[in-house]
């Protein structure tokens, strides 16, 4: 029996064929085909999130200037803004509201008789408190199945208040998980906010960076290496942003595209309205930002750029070289099973092959075919559960903003060497015989973890435990368990430390469970005393 056969071989006929198709044992000589973006069966215990995880914590979380309400019960609002680390930093003249949770709390008389009235309320009291300039509104749940018409409350606000004032229908049950929710935030975007700026960019090496979320400082340390070679980053989606950041982001030359799944929407329409055309980057891993910078100066296309970069990557491997020799020396040979949301699977595995550490096992939980597959595969993607719910806008040019840096043929030939609108997904860095699994479930990690015996799992906080409880290292690769930054050069060093600190600290291998060693004493587990 073949190691997924194994895992799925328990379960019911519905469910294996379900499964079967969403775990590939990687095949250079076959299709490597997968499953992806469909819901999940009812009671798998599943480690996704939800389309309004997606919008409002994910996109919209990290604008640091934008009082963002959630028009729903507090849970929601708590958990989009306790869990994501979102990272600002107080800039002269920009609000920063990241330390704040802003919610309706709605209860169930809100449900019953409506909750529009209270998110009036709402946004005269953030107004009367603390004047934002833009007010964002995001909906749970209930909002939807209550039918609350949150477009017209913003309208409302944006004439009573002369502010900017933008709803998100991104109730949690809209899609398959949060990329429905990513999709909503960036039609959202790009209707309302991008391109209204006219900040004076003066020069031409300016860049956009989109997917980068600053998680543990990840952000700023990419600006920091792309300021030191000569570039100006007009704006980031959306780690550390402002909405002044965001109106601006048709201004640049280039739009470098870290987090695919998340952006890849408005990384499109902005090439099609704006005529800024997009690179997929990694910034994750030595080698990962080496190519990246080279990359980047390779469309640019000037000698005393490309100067500048070498010299930086000379001067940053430097600086780094020893303590990356040093961990890999610990390293190497180690085996990682990596399972987040749709694109760190992917970057991470550049970083821990730099590391010397193989993986043999990676899934997203909402990644599309194209985050597995590439690109190359859209032709053929059916259309799924979220494109029912989700509006799919699209965009013309415009002609007075509309700009190029490369002429067309230039351009065509960087996209011939698929440097430009392209991303080849995960499954072409990953080795035969390893494995790919979408959507992995709690059952399935004990499983692959008993069978494959990795060395470390990175996982999020909902699946860290099952690794933790089987003896095995985790790391959150979500929140870098407070740590990071993991990004560029010096983020390496950070990762690298973290995971020898914690792979020669093999604590969880030592922990016992109590029942496996101590005889169950009567009464103290389960029956009604023990309630
Ligand atoms: Fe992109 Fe992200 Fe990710 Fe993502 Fe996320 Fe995240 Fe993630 Mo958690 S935007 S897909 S929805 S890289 S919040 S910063 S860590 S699941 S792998
Ligand atoms: C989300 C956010 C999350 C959750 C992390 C986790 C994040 O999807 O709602 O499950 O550990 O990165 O904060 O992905």
Same mark, same amino acid.
């Given at each position: ?49 939800? =389309? ?13 200037? *934008? ?33 704040? =949770? ?25 107004? +009367? ?21 949150? @477009? ?12 900017? =004032? ?15 929710? @990513? ?22 090496? &300016? ?32 780690? +550390? ?57 390779? /469309? ?12 930086? %990557? *000379? ?10 020799? /040093? ?20 970057? /991470? ?8 550490? @193989?993986?043999?096992? *990676? ?6 075919? +194209? ?13 799924? *559960? ?15 903003? /509309? @700009? ?16 430009? +609108? ?36 990175? &996982? ?42 914690? %792979? ?28």
């Amino acid at each position: 029996m073949s190691v997924t056969e194994k895992v799925i071989d328990q379960y019911s006929s519905r469910v294996y064929k379900n499964r079967k198709e969403h775990i590939v044992e990687v095949d250079e000589n076959a299709s490597n085909q997968i499953a992806a973006n469909v819901r999940t069966i009812p009671g798998i215990i599943t480690q996704r999130g939800c =389309c309004y995880a997606g919008c409002k914590g994910v996109v919209l979380g990290p604008i640091k200037d *934008a009082l963002t309400i959630v028009h729903g019960p507090i849970g929601c609002a708590y958990y989009t803004w306790g869990t994501r680390r979102h990272k600002g930093k107080k800039e002269e003249g920009i609000d920063n509201y990241l330390q704040y =949770c802003f919610s309706t709390d709605m209860q169930e008389p809100d449900i019953v008789f409506g909750g529009e009235k209270k998110l009036k309320k709402s946004i005269d009291e953030a107004m +009367d408190l603390f004047h934002p300039s833009t007010i964002l509104i995001c909906s749970t749940c209930p909002v939807g199945l209550i039918g609350d018409d949150i @477009h017209a409350v913003a309208k409302w606000a944006e004439q009573e208040y002369g502010i900017k =004032c933008i709803a998100f229908s991104c109730e949690g049950y809209k899609g398959v998980s949060q990329s429905a929710g @990513h999709h909503i935030a960036n039609n959202q975007l790009m209707k309302f906010v991008i391109g209204e700026g006219d900040r004076e960019i003066k020069n031409k090496f &300016s860049v956009n960076i989109l997917g980068e979320y600053n998680i543990g400082g990840d952000g700023w340390e990419t600006e920091r290496i792309l300021k030191r070679i000569g570039y100006e980053v007009v704006a980031t989606f959306t780690g +550390d942003s402002s909405i002044d950041d965001l109106k601006n982001a048709h201004l640049a030359n280039l739009s470098l595209v870290q987090c695919h799944r998340s952006i890849n929407y408005i990384a499109e329409m902005i090439e099609t309205k704006y005529g800024i055309p997009w690179m997929k980057v990694n910034f994750i891993g030595v080698k990962g930002t080496i190519e990246t910078l080279r990359n980047i100066a390779k /469309y640019f296309n000037d000698p005393e750029l490309t100067e500048r970069t070498e010299a930086v %990557i *000379a001067d940053e491997l430097g600086l780094i070289q020893d303590d990356i020799s /040093y961990y890999k020396s610990k390293l190497k040979g180690k085996t990682a099973a990596i399972y987040v949301g749709g694109s760190r699977a992917h970057h /991470y595995q550049h970083l821990l092959h730099d590391l010397g550490v @193989h993986t043999i096992l *990676a899934g997203y939980e909402f990644g599309h075919r +194209d985050e597995y597959e590439g690109r190359e595969v859209l032709p053929f993607i059916k259309p799924d *559960a979220d494109s029912k719910n989700i509006e799919s806008i699209t965009v013309e040019p415009d002609p007075a903003k /509309y @700009h190029v840096y490369l002429s067309e043929e230039d351009l065509d030939k960087l996209k011939e060497e698929k440097l430009i +609108d392209y991303y080849g997904g995960m499954v072409k860095d990953m080795q035969n015989g390893t494995f790919m699994v979408d959507d992995l479930n709690h059952f399935e990690t004990e499983e692959f973890l008993k069978l494959l015996k990795p060395d470390i799992f990175f &996982s999020g906080i909902k699946d860290k435990f099952v690794a933790q409880k089987a003896g095995i290292l985790s790391r959150q690769l979500h929140s870098y368990d407070y740590s990071g930054p993991y990004a560029g050069f010096r983020g390496a060093v950070n990762f690298a430390r973290d995971i020898t600190m914690g %792979i020669y600290t093999p604590a969880w291998s030592y922990v016992k469970a109590p029942w496996k060693t101590a005889p169950i004493l009567e009464g103290t587990l389960g029956g009604s005393e023990a309630c």
